[in-house]
């Protein structure tokens, strides 16, 4: 499933908050679409965290400030986040519509949405590259290998990677 727009990902959030069903033939209203984008938009300015970038930053594409979105906008995000940002809109859109999510799409948006946040604490912590002078340790040896670390020989201020 490759959702292209913003109005795809608010439709699949509806579907699965039960708001709107293909096969029950449920329409699904204008406003609730606008209502569901708006929602999209707050919701990833929220997991955003401002200009900082220390929250869930997926490159999503915002509306221009004052521009309302629209559901053929693109929204740039990665196929791996469709899941996580469903579900977390669709406990949003649930409680507009006073009810309370299940406790099943409740578990699935917190799942989701913390699997993102450990794949971008992964994604933005630094390779630690330990020099060539460090011994690999006590006994332990890299497979049939050296006794120190592979990485850069300093040569007198000239730096050249291990032959």
């Known amino acids: 499933m490759k959702l292209q727009t913003k109005g795809e990902i608010v439709l699949a959030a509806l579907r699965k908050a039960t708001l709107a069903s293909n096969a029950t033939l449920t329409d699904v ?3 609730s679409v606008e209502d569901g984008l708006e929602d999209l938009d707050l919701m990833l300015s929220e997991w955003r965290m401002d200009d900082d970038r220390r929250g869930i930053d997926l490159g999503y594409a915002f509306s221009a400030a004052g521009v309302a979105p629209l559901p053929d906008d693109l929204h740039n995000l ?5 899941n996580a940002i469903i579900t977390n809109l669709a406990v949003r859109i649930v409680v507009d519509y006073g009810s309370e999510p ?15 946040i450990k794949w971008l604490t992964r994604w933005r912590t630094p390779r630690l590259q330990y020099p060539a002078r460090m011994p690999v340790g006590s ?3 890299l497979i049939n290998g050296p006794r120190f670390f592979p990485g850069v020989k300093r040569n007198g201020g000239n ?5």
């Open 29 to 31: 209203e204008p406003q």
């Open 78 to 82: 990665p196929g791996f986040s469709y």
């Open 102 to 116: 299940p406790p099943s799409l409740y578990a699935k948006a917190a799942f989701g949405k913390e699997r993102l």
């Open 139 to 141: 006994g332990n040896h």
């Open 159 to 163: 730096s050249t990677p291990d032959s």
